[in-house]
């Protein structure tokens, strides 16, 4: 036969054993088996069957080449004591002689089928699998399904020839024709190739089958081939066991060394006398030997483990811990937990063997994340397929913890000798336990003795010399028997003296010394008890007795330990006063206001018909008299005032100082409201008489908020908040006043408490904008400037009109930073106008002020830095300001708003004529122009508004002052206002206000 081109060889490792596979634990000499593996039995088996043949087709044996490989390779394999050297050299040979051959092992008992070698290469292999999509060198129970189907080699152990190899194999094959024929291709079978499936079986056993195929295979050397594949099971059979054999002499071998090695460790640490000690030398010597260990004690009673023992270096383990971010050593792990897998071994006795230990660490620790688990492995130098085996700890039938060995050289069949070594190592643990126990008995008991004798020693000098009297009493006849030398200073008594004393000597209450002595008999003490006893003198005096029954002379006797707290107890009084009581008024404050309020509620809530009601009293402009005067007037007013709520109260009502100018009273047993009406009447009576303070009288009103009791409202807090509401509603209808709480009162704060949680979320998401409104001068007939009005658009709802939120702004203290930004974004944008050219070069900007703007002291200096940073003229800027801001402190107005003029910044009087304005207010402060409020101007052509606007008119022009009206919207009002000499407006008939982006090209309608 011509010979082909040779590829290398391909093997898939070694066969898995069979179900009839023999095992370690009981090896077949390879001496017994039936069959004589030598080339003389294959030679009379071959000969005898060619002979036959030879007569049937008139050839000789030399002739027939297929019998004379089939020889040589008989020859070859038959002293080779390895299977996988049997695979090698019988895929050589056939390869040689262009003869292709694949061998299935078969597991009857799992039912699958393995290809164990093939003459494919890898890259062909690889190639292949892309149109079987599966590995060839995996088990699996389809494979010995479609084996089976293909022929009956498997079952019966029958031989089958292939006329066409390709042909039939691709009916087999479970993919569409093409495919599988592009596949066989892939193999080198091509139509034609001739082959045959042969048996493996020897003494009975039946291994699998030894498939051959090629060109020039013939149906007439399918008998040859099949004997031929019966001596190929028998050497690859022979060759196991003798493997077998060799393999159980080395682990005898090292088996043996082991143990002795593993004693010669045991002998090591068994000269150690205590845990700890015998923990590091078996970590240092299993190192020694290239292993690792790690040790795990048992709490039975806590029913955890503990890890008491890794052979790492200190600093080591530190990385380890920083790189996990837990402790290793002292880690306790519960033993009840089902998914522990060392809480699961730690409830048996059996060893388990790890091939991988690095599987058991992932197990171990499975909250640590991928990355920091390979971190700890590399650090612990673990690598993938380090070995490891766990041992219990087992002492007389109890498993007192588990010792985990790993290693590169760790061998499943060393668990026999490494268990022994485990049960050698708890029996020397639990010696140096018990050696040490019983040590540290001994020790303690000697230390117990000294100290005994010792403390008896020093009880005498304690007794002595104690800082506490030390009463030693008869139980029986409560009679003194001896005291030390401090008793007798705190009671003035001799020691003499207190001899035979009866203890209710000391105070004449018989019940005090019965209880205390029948206390301390009973219980053996009695603590924390505190007595009044009096000295020789009869001065009383308060201690604090400790007793407890001792023995003295053999015989019990009560020991009295007395502290005097006289003056500690003084002392605790005068804080728990100043704890309830107000320093000032020395009336309570509110921890007692509130204690005894919820007292009252508890009491109404049990007795429906008692009532009660809560005032809560504010002085009106208590601040001038502080301002004035100074702070220690003021607090010198309180004092009097306290007094006169004290004089009008109830002996059973509670007034309280809450704070600064605040009190509250409570009035018990008021059924209805006109109850705490009356009192109300009495204090503001009370108050018209003034108080004089450093020689000067004062009449300060207050406002006062009722709450009535009620069942809905159940805390002492909801009450104090409902009558503060009820107070502030007061203030605003006009102060000294009452007002009597309701629930709209509270509703009304909710929704002021919620306007100004959306305005602070406003500011945050830049939800307000500025419009701007034309002012006009009708006699140029020219816009001569604008008026920024501030509107906020929430993304959820229409527009929201400015008289909805500032006031809401101004009491929350939210107005300076609205305002500021207002100022600085009209400035930017009038700067923004005259730099496009789309307004008159000469246009202002007016800017609505509030009072608490106007009232802050950085208030000028804000409108400096903001006109620097612009870069806007002061004259082109105006601030109008109402006329609230000129009663709310008159001087500090003045000062403002000069300082503001002094910019050369304008000031215009906004809303004349509608609130506390008066002619000393436009001479007194640097105003330029008054704007007249848009409800004069509704109503000008009206007698009394028409006079009004004239005398304004009239007014300004002899002043000086510019004047705009505010709010035309009319032909006619537009006309009275010029036919009076009004130069200045500004209202809907000319614009709305304008979004600046309209400013830009902006007409109104010329009067006519």
Same mark, same amino acid.
């Given at each position: 036969?011509?010979?082909?081109?040779?590829?290398?060889?391909?093997?898939?490792?070694?066969?898995?054993?069979?179900?009839?596979?023999?095992?370690?634990?009981?090896?077949?000499?390879?001496?017994?088996?039936?069959?004589?593996?030598?080339?003389?039995?294959?030679?009379?088996?071959?000969?005898?069957?060619?002979?036959?043949?030879?007569?049937?087709?008139?050839?000789?044996?030399?002739?027939?080449?297929?019998?004379?490989?089939?020889?040589?390779?008989?020859?070859?394999?038959?002293? &080779?004591?390895?299977?996988?050297?049997?695979?090698?050299?019988?895929?050589?040979?056939?390869?040689?002689?262009?003869?292709?051959?694949?061998?299935?092992?078969?597991?009857?008992?799992?039912? &699958? @089928?393995?290809?164990?070698?093939?003459?494919?290469?890898?890259?062909?292999?690889?190639?292949?699998?892309?149109?079987?999509?599966?590995?060839?060198?995996?088990?699996?129970?389809?494979?010995?399904?479609?084996?089976?189907?293909?022929?009956?080699?498997?079952?019966?152990?029958?031989?089958?020839?292939?006329?066409?190899?390709?042909?039939?194999?691709?009916?087999? +094959?479970?993919?569409?024709?093409?495919?599988?024929?592009?596949?066989?291709?892939?193999?080198?079978?091509?139509?034609? &190739?001739?082959?045959?499936?042969?048996?493996?079986?020897?003494?009975?056993?039946?291994?699998?089958?030894?498939?051959?195929?090629?060109?020039?295979?013939?149906?007439?050397?399918?008998?040859?081939?099949?004997?031929?594949?019966?001596?190929?099971?028998?050497?690859?059979?022979?060759?196991?066991?003798?493997?077998?054999?060799?393999?159980?002499?080395?682990?005898? =071998?090292?088996?043996?060394?082991?143990?002795?090695?593993?004693?010669?460790?045991?002998?090591?640490?068994?000269?150690?006398?205590? *845990?700890?000690?015998?923990?590091?030398?078996?970590?240092?010597?299993?190192?020694?030997?290239?292993?690792?260990?790690?040790?795990?004690?048992?709490?039975?009673?806590?029913?955890?483990?503990?890890?008491?023992?890794?052979?790492?270096?200190?600093?080591?383990?530190?990385?380890?811990?920083?790189?996990?971010? =837990?402790?290793?050593?002292?880690?306790? +792990?519960?033993?009840?937990?089902?998914?522990?897998?060392?809480?699961?071994?730690?409830?048996?006795?059996?060893?388990?063997?790890?091939?991988?230990?690095?599987?058991?660490?992932?197990?171990?620790?499975?909250?640590?994340?991928?990355?920091?688990?390979?971190?700890?492995?590399?650090?612990?130098?673990?690598?993938?397929?380090?070995?490891?085996?766990?041992?219990?700890?087992?002492?007389?039938?109890?498993?007192?913890?588990?010792?985990?060995?790993?290693?590169?050289?760790?061998?499943?069949?060393?668990?026999?000798?490494?268990?022994?070594?485990?049960?050698?190592?708890?029996?020397?643990?639990?010696?140096?336990?018990?050696?040490?126990?019983?040590?540290?008995?001994?020790?303690?008991?000697?230390?117990?003795?000294?100290?005994?004798?010792?403390?008896?020693?020093?009880?005498?000098?304690?007794?002595?010399?104690?800082?506490?009297?030390?009463?030693?009493?008869?139980?029986?006849?409560?009679?003194?028997?001896?005291?030390?030398?401090?008793?007798?200073?705190?009671?003035?008594?001799?020691?003499?003296?207190?001899?035979?004393?009866?203890?209710?000597?000391?105070?004449?209450?018989?019940?005090?010394?019965?209880?205390?002595?029948?206390?301390?008999? &009973?219980?053996?003490?009695?603590?924390?008890?505190?007595?009044?006893?009096?000295?020789?003198?009869?001065?009383?005096?308060?201690?604090?007795?400790?007793?407890?029954?001792?023995?003295?002379?053999?015989?019990?006797?009560?020991?009295?330990?007395?502290?005097?707290?006289?003056?500690?107890?003084?002392?605790?009084?005068?804080?728990?006063?100043?704890?309830?009581?107000?320093?000032?008024?020395?009336?309570?404050?509110?921890?007692?206001?509130?204690?005894?309020?919820?007292?009252?509620?508890?009491?109404?809530?049990?007795?429906?018909?008692?009532?009660?009601?809560?005032?809560?009293?504010?002085?009106?402009?208590?601040?001038?008299?502080?301002?004035?005067?100074?702070?220690?007037?003021?607090?010198?007013?309180?004092?009097?005032?306290?007094?006169?709520?004290?004089?009008? +109260?109830?002996?059973?009502?509670?007034?309280?100082?809450?704070?600064?100018?605040?009190?509250?009273?409570?009035?018990?047993?008021?059924?209805?409201?006109?109850?705490?009406?009356?009192?109300?009447?009495?204090?503001?009576?009370?108050?018209?008489?003034?108080?004089?303070?450093?020689?000067?009288?004062?009449?300060?009103?207050?406002?006062?908020?009722?709450?009535?009791?009620?069942?809905?409202?159940?805390?002492?807090?909801?009450?104090?908040?409902?009558?503060?509401?009820?107070?502030?509603? @007061?203030?605003?209808?006009?102060?000294?006043?009452?007002?009597?709480?309701?629930?709209?009162?509270?509703?009304?704060?909710?929704?002021?408490?919620?306007?100004? =949680?959306?305005?602070?979320?406003?500011?945050?998401?830049?939800?307000?904008?500025?419009?701007?409104?034309?002012?006009?001068?009708?006699?140029?007939?020219? +816009?001569?400037?604008?008026? @920024?009005?501030?509107?906020?658009?929430?993304?959820?709802?229409?527009?929201?009109?400015?008289?909805?939120?500032?006031?809401?702004?101004?009491?929350?203290?939210?107005?300076?930073?609205?305002?500021?930004?207002?100022?600085?974004?009209?400035?930017?944008?009038?700067?923004?106008?005259?730099?496009?050219?789309?307004?008159?070069?000469?246009?202002?900007?007016?800017?609505?002020?509030?009072?608490?703007?106007?009232?802050?002291?950085?208030?000028?200096?804000?409108?400096?830095?903001?006109?620097?940073?612009?870069?806007?003229?002061?004259?082109?800027?105006?601030?109008?300001?109402?006329?609230?801001?000129?009663?709310?402190?008159?001087?500090?107005?003045?000062?403002?708003?000069?300082?503001?003029?002094?910019?050369?910044?304008?000031?215009?009087?906004?809303?004349?004529?509608?609130?506390?304005?008066?002619?000393?207010?436009?001479?007194?402060?640097?105003?330029?122009?008054?704007?007249?409020?848009?409800?004069?101007?509704?109503?000008?052509?009206?007698?009394?508004?028409?006079?009004?606007?004239?005398?304004?008119?009239?007014?300004?022009? @002899?002043?000086?002052?510019?004047?705009?009206?505010?709010?035309?919207?009319?032909?006619?009002?537009?006309?009275?206002?010029?036919?009076?000499?009004?130069?200045?407006?500004?209202?809907?008939?000319?614009?709305?206000?304008?979004? *600046?982006?309209?400013?830009?090209?902006?007409?109104?309608?010329?009067?006519?």
């Amino acid at each position: 036969m011509p010979k082909k081109t040779e590829h290398p060889t391909a093997q898939s490792g070694t066969p898995p054993a069979s179900n009839h596979s023999s095992h370690n634990s009981g090896i077949e000499d390879p001496e017994q088996l039936k069959f004589s593996p030598v080339p003389e039995y294959v030679s009379r088996v071959l000969t005898a069957e060619e002979d036959s043949r030879a007569e049937k087709t008139g050839k000789s044996q030399s002739e027939n080449e297929l019998f004379n490989i089939l020889y040589q390779i008989s020859n070859k394999v038959s002293y &080779t004591n390895d299977p996988e050297m049997v695979f090698t050299i019988l895929g050589d040979e056939l390869r040689s002689h262009d003869l292709d051959c694949m061998v299935i092992f078969l597991d009857e008992k799992e039912q &699958t @089928a393995h290809i164990a070698y093939h003459t494919m290469s890898p890259d062909v292999l690889k190639t292949a699998e892309k149109f079987f999509n599966a590995k060839f060198t995996t088990e699996n129970k389809p494979l010995y399904e479609w084996a089976a189907q293909l022929h009956p080699v498997f079952v019966e152990g029958d031989s089958l020839y292939l006329t066409d190899f390709n042909e039939i194999v691709t009916t087999f +094959i479970p993919l569409p024709k093409t495919l599988a024929l592009s596949a066989l291709t892939v193999l080198g079978i091509t139509s034609g &190739t001739r082959g045959a499936f042969l048996p493996m079986q020897t003494q009975g056993k039946n291994l699998g089958s030894l498939s051959i195929w090629g060109k020039e295979f013939k149906e007439s050397d399918l008998e040859i081939c099949r004997l031929f594949s019966s001596q190929i099971a028998s050497a690859i059979e022979h060759a196991r066991l003798q493997a077998a054999k060799e393999r159980q002499n080395l682990l005898l =071998t090292r088996s043996n060394s082991l143990i002795k090695t593993l004693d010669n460790v045991s002998l090591q640490i068994s000269s150690a006398d205590n *845990a700890d000690t015998i923990l590091n030398i078996l970590g240092t010597e299993l190192n020694k030997l290239g292993l690792q260990c790690l040790v795990t004690f048992k709490d039975q009673e806590a029913n955890t483990a503990t890890i008491r023992y890794l052979s790492y270096g200190p600093k080591l383990i530190k990385k380890i811990q920083s790189a996990i971010n =837990t402790r290793v050593i002292g880690y306790r +792990i519960s033993l009840s937990g089902e998914s522990d897998w060392m809480a699961q071994f730690l409830q048996q006795r059996d060893p388990v063997f790890f091939h991988n230990i690095t599987d058991m660490l992932y197990d171990s620790f499975p909250h640590i994340p991928a990355q920091l688990f390979k971190k700890m492995l590399e650090l612990l130098n673990i690598s993938k397929g380090t070995s490891g085996i766990i041992l219990s700890l087992d002492y007389q039938n109890s498993i007192i913890g588990s010792l985990i060995i790993w290693g590169d050289f760790l061998n499943e069949d060393d668990i026999p000798a490494y268990s022994v070594f485990a049960s050698q190592v708890a029996n020397i643990i639990e010696y140096a336990r018990l050696l040490n126990t019983a040590r540290e008995e001994n020790r303690i008991r000697k230390e117990t003795q000294k100290k005994l004798e010792k403390s008896r020693q020093e009880l005498r000098g304690i007794f002595e010399l104690a800082h506490d009297a030390i009463l030693l009493i008869d139980p029986e006849n409560r009679m003194i028997i001896d005291v030390n030398d401090r008793a007798s200073d705190i009671y003035r008594f001799t020691r003499e003296e207190f001899r035979g004393m009866d203890l209710a000597d000391l105070n004449p209450d018989l019940r005090i010394a019965e209880w205390l002595i029948d206390r301390t008999v &009973t219980d053996g003490h009695c603590n924390g008890c505190h007595v009044i006893h009096f000295q020789k003198s009869g001065e009383e005096m308060k201690l604090e007795f400790n007793s407890s029954l001792i023995e003295f002379n053999d015989k019990p006797v009560i020991q009295c330990i007395g502290r005097d707290i006289t003056e500690r107890d003084k002392y605790e009084n005068m804080l728990k006063h100043a704890a309830n009581h107000d320093a000032l008024t020395n009336l309570p404050n509110r921890v007692m206001f509130k204690n005894r309020l919820k007292y009252a509620i508890a009491r109404s809530k049990r007795y429906k018909e008692v009532g009660f009601s809560v005032l809560y009293i504010d002085l009106d402009d208590f601040k001038r008299i502080n301002d004035s005067l100074g702070h220690p007037s003021g607090d010198r007013y309180l004092i009097e005032f306290s007094k006169k709520l004290v004089q009008i +109260i109830r002996e059973t009502d509670l007034v309280a100082r809450l704070g600064g100018d605040e009190f509250a009273v409570l009035l018990e047993d008021t059924h209805q409201s006109e109850d705490a009406v009356h009192f109300c009447n009495r204090l503001m009576h009370s108050l018209i008489e003034p108080i004089r303070i450093d020689d000067q009288e004062f009449v300060v009103t207050a406002s006062i908020g009722i709450v009535m009791s009620s069942p809905e409202i159940t805390s002492a807090d909801s009450y104090l908040r409902n009558a503060d509401i009820a107070m502030y509603k @007061a203030k605003k209808n006009g102060k000294r006043c009452y007002s009597i709480y309701s629930d709209g009162m509270h509703t009304g704060l909710l929704q002021k408490v919620h306007m100004e =949680t959306r305005i602070r979320r406003a500011m945050q998401l830049n939800e307000f904008f500025l419009e701007y409104q034309p002012i006009i001068n009708v006699t140029q007939n020219q +816009i001569q400037g604008y008026e @920024a009005l501030i509107r906020w658009q929430p993304p959820d709802s229409s527009v929201i009109p400015p008289a909805s939120f500032i006031p809401v702004a101004e009491e929350i203290g939210l107005i300076h930073k609205l305002g500021k930004w207002v100022l600085q974004e009209a400035c930017n944008q009038i700067q923004t106008w005259k730099h496009q050219k789309t307004i008159h070069p000469d246009s202002t900007i007016s800017v609505n002020v509030s009072a608490i703007q106007l009232s802050h002291p950085q208030f000028p200096e804000e409108v400096r830095k903001i006109l620097n940073d612009t870069g806007l003229e002061p004259e082109y800027l105006s601030l109008e300001i109402t006329e609230s801001a000129f009663v709310t402190d008159p001087f500090i107005t003045e000062t403002t708003l000069q300082a503001i003029r002094d910019l050369n910044v304008h000031i215009h009087l906004d809303d004349f004529g509608t609130g506390y304005s008066s002619l000393s207010f436009l001479a007194k402060f640097p105003i330029n122009a008054i704007k007249i409020d848009k409800r004069f101007v509704m109503e000008i052509q009206q007698g009394n508004n028409l006079a009004l606007v004239k005398s304004m008119l009239v007014l300004s022009q @002899a002043l000086g002052i510019e004047i705009i009206a505010e709010g035309v919207e009319t032909q006619n009002q537009l006309q009275a206002l010029i036919n009076m000499g009004c130069q200045n407006m500004q209202g809907f008939y000319f614009s709305k206000p304008l979004a *600046a982006s309209k400013v830009s090209g902006f007409s109104y309608p010329t009067p006519e």
